[in-house]
């Protein structure tokens, strides 16, 4: 069984596959790029021979000589051609298997179509310009024979160092990445700074918030209004079985039904519909506009105006004599006022409005600070995506960079 080479870092497994390797990809290397720099001679070559086709051209265009003319123009558009397309060959600076193979697909794309104007061109050039033609020619067969020896270097011998080759590169991949996750998480701790005293000071505000409103005023605020609440409850279930004669007693005052209902008690009649509590609190002691409009309302119970089913009648009829006769409602008036006058004068005293004013700059502060927070973790969010994903490149990068070296070496590695 093979035993794995374990590494505490990835510069150390670079050391390490340097060292091993070395005496078979420098030899390689210096060869690349000994053919790499023989190719750029022979297209460098091709490229002042060109510019000797068309200068030669150019003078025998400006001589006007009819015999040669059009072959002239020929060739020197010809001449711009190879130029041009020589100026599009990208010399790689960097040696690797990459680079070099892509250089020779150029090279080969350039030599065949180069190869085709020749065949097509060259013959109706001919019989002029023939030392030219020869000599480029010439030159241009050197740069095939450069080609070809880089080509079969590539396809056969530099192949083999590929894979070893990219383990290197993904070896400079990995501590690249490995730097950015450093960088990135420097930038996480310095966000995260920031994020917490917000949260600490959001904290801070909000139970300055809760003691107010647990304060004196506020939390006698909250108790009144929990009465208040429960007497409006209690209110709309006295007048509960109401409802439905208020609604049709409306309807008839409304069309000139008759009934004798005033404008003034019409009013009331609304305001008891929608806001019975308020209805209730602002009558005088003992409800008489409740009362007035009630009596009215059983004269028209009576006189069979309403047209309510016997029931609902009978219901309200109950409800009418618990209020206009036994008086049920006088307790209820009284508790009502007494809440609404209390809540009244907590409202109104100078303490509670200090304390709302406070209760709105700190509710103001806590706003802003939790845009802040929302900002700030929105930025936290987007680092942290970007930690993991380079975690997990990394994670890849390791994986890939063992397999590499195990085809190319046959020596198993384990990279933390």
């Known amino acids: 069984m093979t035993e794995t080479i374990q590494f505490t870092s990835s510069g150390e497994v670079k050391h390490w596959l340097e060292n091993q390797t070395s005496s078979i990809l420098t030899p390689v290397h210096t060869q690349a790029k000994k053919l790499r720099d023989d190719m750029n001679m022979a297209i460098q070559g091709v490229g002042d021979v060109s510019k000797m086709l068309l200068d ?23 001449a711009h051609l190879f130029l041009d397309r020589l100026k599009k060959l990208n010399l790689p600076e960097e040696i690797s298997y990459d ?5 020779a697909q150029e090279t080969q794309k350039v030599l065949m179509v180069t190869e085709i104007d020749i065949k097509n061109w060259f013959p109706r050039i001919s019989p002029f310009f023939i030392m030219d033609r020869r000599k480029f020619l010439t030159v241009y067969e050197r740069a095939k ?25 993904l070896l400079n991949e990995l501590q690249n990445v490995q730097k950015q996750l450093e960088t990135i998480g420097e930038e996480k701790e310095k966000i995260k700074n920031e994020r917490i005293p917000i949260e600490k000071e959001i ?5 300055k918030i809760g003691e107010l409103k647990n304060s004196g005023p506020i939390d006698k605020l909250n108790l009144v209004n929990a009465e208040i609440d429960a007497l409006s409850n ?23 039904g008759g009934g004798g209902i005033t404008p003034d008690e019409l009013s009331k009649v609304n305001q008891y519909l929608e806001k019975p509590l308020d209805a209730f609190t602002t009558e005088e002691n003992g409800y008489p506009m409740l009362k007035q409009i009630l009596q009215k309302l059983e004269n028209l119970m009576a006189e069979d105006k309403l047209k309510l089913k016997q029931d609902k009648a009978r219901k309200a009829e109950q409800s009418l004599n618990e209020i206009l006769r036994k008086d049920s409602l006088a ?10 006058t209390t809540k009244e004068q907590l ?35 987007v680092k942290e995506n970007a930690y993991n994903e380079a975690l997990e490149k990394i994670s890849n990068l390791k994986r890939s960079i063992e397999r590499n070296i195990y085809s190319s070496i046959e020596i198993k590695v384990q990279i933390p």
């Open 203 to 207: 904290t801070e505000l909000e139970q």
């Open 331 to 340: 307790k209820l008036q009284i508790r009502c006022v007494e809440m609404a």
């Open 145 to 169: 024979q450069a080609y070809a020896i880089l080509n079969d270097f590539v396809t056969k011998e530099y192949i083999k160092t590929k894979t070893l080759e990219e383990a290197f590169q």
């Open 234 to 256: 209690e209110l709309k279930h006295s007048l509960r079985y109401l409802q439905k004669p208020f609604i049709k007693m409306q309807a008839l005052a409304t069309s000139g």
């Open 56 to 78: 030669n051209s150019t003078r025998e265009i400006e001589r006007r000589n009819m015999r040669i003319y059009n072959r002239a123009r020929a060739l020197n558009k010809l």
């Open 99 to 103: 680079t070099v193979s892509r250089y």
């Open 347 to 381: 409202l109104a005293s100078s303490k509670m409005d200090e304390i709302k004013r406070s209760l709105s700059v700190f509710q103001e502060q806590v706003d802003q600070l939790k845009a802040r927070k929302t900002s700030i973790e929105t930025h936290e969010a």
